[in-house]
């Protein structure tokens, strides 16, 4: 096999359309539901340590322009913000911007600016304020294209790029991969990973700097009840028959302590960086 034919953007895009097909997660909107979006950030500020280590590497100084894609509700943009000139939040989703949207207003924040698009529709000329000296995506990779959106990235960065991508398996896959075909009859299919997104890079003249690092967190529940309507949205559950078959998993997969219910979700993450060329 001659592996210099192979197009790893078409890689990433087949794994990234096959998760989005089987994925009810992404078809539901996960992040537009806003307490979703409030247990993302609740879960951010107890397990805060990986954010520090992160706001450490980032290479910020008190006249930086910064760009960060997906910020989500604001776990790496607010600290950001307090840190440097500019910011520039893109998130698409209602839940999530609005919490983000909170999250400024409640800090006083003043120089942050909110971009409600995809990334993949956003046109760096008109809807943002380039060139930025950092361009951050963190966990936020879902575009089907992902070499057009690294083209787009460059073009908006005077210099930096940070992406934080997944190594591996997750545990919200595992727990996909397991349930699928008792809920849907169908075997489910994980999105790309570090490995594609490498190689796409690699392929395009780009060859960055990669850490890997353990994610690790707890997600608690007061009830099963609490428990059942996270995994509900998140499997899109419709029929009496899923139910049963999400509660039993649960049951049989949750930790159980002292009365308090939780989901250990340990994963392998990669920060993926690197300098633009000047020429580019
Ligand atoms: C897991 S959250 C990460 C939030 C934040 N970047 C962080 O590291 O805490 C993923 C975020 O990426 C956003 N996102 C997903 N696909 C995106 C896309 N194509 N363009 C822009 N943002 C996207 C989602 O709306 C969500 O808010």
């Avoid at 529940?221 to 995994?231: I, L, P, T, V």
């Amino acid at each position: 096999m001659d592996y210099r034919t192979i197009d790893w953007n078409d890689v990433w895009k087949d794994l990234m359309s096959a998760q989005k097909t089987s994925n009810k997660e992404v078809e539901n909107n996960l992040w537009n539901r806003k307490d979703n979006a409030e247990r993302f950030w609740k879960r951010t500020q107890e397990f805060s340590d990986r954010t520090r280590l992160t706001l450490e590497e980032l290479p910020l100084t008190p006249q930086s322009r910064v760009l960060d894609i997906g910020a989500g509700p604001g776990r790496l943009s607010i600290p950001v913000a307090e840190r440097v000139a500019h910011v520039t939040a893109v998130e698409p989703a209602e839940g999530m911007r609005k919490l983000l949207l909170d999250n400024v207003a409640e800090k006083g924040i003043t120089n942050l600016e909110c971009v409600s698009k995809r990334w993949e529709d956003i046109d760096v000329g008109n809807d943002l304020n380039g060139p930025y000296d950092i361009v951050i995506a963190s966990f936020s990779l879902g575009m089907p294209d992902i070499r057009e959106a690294i083209q787009k990235m460059e073009k908006a960065s005077s210099r930096h790029i940070y992406l934080y991508w997944f190594a591996g398996t997750s545990p919200w896959e595992e727990h996909s991969i397991n349930l699928w075909s008792y809920l849907y009859g169908t075997n489910y299919t994980c999105g790309p990973k570090c490995d594609v997104l490498y190689n796409v890079l690699y392929d395009m003249g780009i060859y960055p700097d990669m850490q890997v690092f353990p994610m690790e967190y707890t997600n608690n529940f007061a009830s099963m009840d609490e428990a059942m309507d996270f995994f509900r949205s998140r499997y899109a559950i419709e029929t009496p028959e899923q139910e049963a078959i999400l509660y039993n998993y649960l049951r049989d997969e949750l930790s159980w302590e002292n009365g308090s219910i939780s989901e250990r979700a340990d994963s392998t993450r990669v920060r993926i960086c690197w300098e633009k060329k000047q020429n580019n």
